[in-house]
């Protein structure tokens, strides 16, 4: 029997139509991020929104096996050409969006033709991950910093063309300050809080942090303000870069996310009795997703090209370690200023990058914290050093290939993926290893560059 409600679908889909030609919404697009991190899109006249919501919109189940190359791979789960999904927005995530007039964007559920759910639907997975929390008494509070690089339309390989000046220089803000203001108030508009934006390290690169909020909305908030960026670029005669590696020699954009662990109104992260003021609840949380960082890269830095960024003394965090505001880190604990800390305490995941898919990204984050949970287990001592000083240092995975195998021999993560999902994103894993794996890095980085 179907989960949905159709009739009131309609119905809601109907009065939010009537708000969008209100505010002169003609098209919705309708969005999900695939397995190699893409996000597609199919959109619908705000006229037949209702029939989106009550009955989806189709799309082939061939998506999932997509690579970011648009290469289609096999699998064992693999249908070929052969069925459908449905596509339904979800109505209270929908937001007009301020770049692209005439226009508003929700992002999609998947189901099947009988109306259950889609077993390889990143979303609903990550709601899934949220609800097991829950379940335990728990939230967690979210967030995704943006990287990225932008140059000149007529430019694209030279991340000079745009703006130049030294790392977080001013200059590099003066020189793109109206470029910056439209961003802030163009996402602003959409409902997105900016914590703060400023110029990168690298060539070109700049940052915007957003305000944390719970793991499928933080997850929609990526989508969003990436998709954002790249709009407000181009209409700055721009192009917007977020690969993990624009060039060889460069340093690269990464995806961080933050996560705080919440009892209700009290942070777990702060005035504990563990390391740095973590509650042992908080401490495991951060445990388990320390101990299956290896695994985790298949999902966090799910791309060849990512394995260019993880390098050692790039604050990228390639040493399984973690610290207390370590930036060689992988993990690491941010208090935030005395007197703040029990609101702005939290764990801080540097070895991932925008190549991932940040729907299962939350959800694998979280699903590793659960097990953590569950183990009761403790983080071992922190670093406060380089990690690449220590003698003992392990590196994590090196390779896609290294973290696929990683991923594949962890159950708590496959397990809670479910087989379909777990086995379908390493067939894309080794789809893109085949497809790109031999390039050099300048043609992987050039192949790569504006994908995501």
């Known amino acids: 029997m179907s989960q949905l409600d159709r009739a009131e679908l309609a119905q809601q889909g109907a009065i939010r139509a009537d708000g969008l030609r209100a505010a002169g919404v003609e098209l919705v ?26 009955w989806g919109v189709g799309a082939s189940n061939s998506f999932d096996f997509f690579l970011a190359t648009d290469d289609i791979v096999g699998g064992k789960y693999s249908r070929g050409p052969v069925g459908d999904l449905r596509l339904h927005p979800d109505l209270d995530a929908l937001v007009p969006l301020a770049a692209q007039p005439g226009w508003a964007w929700a992002p999609v559920w998947k189901y099947d033709q009988e109306g259950e759910r889609h077993p390889q639907d990143a979303r609903a ?20 910093e943006i990287e990225w690089v932008i140059t000149a339309a007529d430019a694209p390989d030279d991340p000079r063309s745009a703006t130049a000046g030294p790392a977080y220089g001013y200059a590099r803000l003066s020189a793109q300050a109206a470029y910056l203001r439209a961003l802030v108030s163009t996402l602003s508009a959409q409902g997105v809080t900016v914590e703060q934006i400023h110029p990168e390290y690298a060539a070109g690169q700049f940052e915007v942090s957003v305000a944390a909020a719970d793991p499928v909305r933080a997850a929609d908030i990526a989508v969003l303000t990436r998709e954002t960026i790249r709009t407000v670029s181009e209409r700055h005669g721009l192009r917007a870069s977020f690969t993990p590696k624009f060039s060889p020699d460069g340093v690269g954009n990464g995806g961080h996310v933050h996560l705080s662990l919440w009892d209700g109104d009290r942070n777990l992260c702060a005035g504990g009795d563990r390391w740095f003021g973590l509650t042992p609840t908080a401490e495991a949380f951060g445990a388990g997703i320390l101990s299956r960082l290896p695994a985790l890269l298949a999902i966090g830095a799910p791309s060849v090209v990512s394995y260019l960024r993880l390098e050692p003394q790039h604050w990228a965090g390639v040493f399984s370690a973690w610290g207390l505001e370590n930036r060689e880190a992988p993990l690491r604990l941010v208090q935030g200023a005395a007197g703040q800390r029990d609101r702005a305490a939290n764990f801080e995941v540097k070895c991932f990058d925008l190549t991932a898919n940040p729907y299962l990204l939350v959800a694998a984050l979280l699903f590793a914290g659960l097990a953590g949970i569950e183990a009761s287990s403790s983080l071992p001592e922190p670093v406060d050093v380089d990690p690449a000083t220590l003698p003992s240092a392990t590196r994590l995975p090196t390779s896609l290939a290294d973290a696929v195998t990683a991923f594949e021999a962890d159950p ?13 994103l390493m067939d894309v894993r080794r789809g893109e290893i085949n497809r790109l794996g031999s390039l050099d890095p300048a043609e992987l980085c050039s192949v790569m560059r504006y994908l995501h």
């Open 125 to 144: 997975l990550a709601a899934a991950a949220t609800a097991r929390l829950a379940a335990l008494g728990y939230d967690a509070r979210t967030a995704f």
């Open 29 to 54: 697009a309708l969005t999900f991020v695939d397995n190699s991190g893409i996000t597609r899109v199919k959109a619908v006249p705000v006229d037949r929104l209702w029939s989106a919501a009550a």
């Open 412 to 424: 708590a993560l496959t397990s809670a993926f479910g087989p379909e999902l777990a086995t379908t």
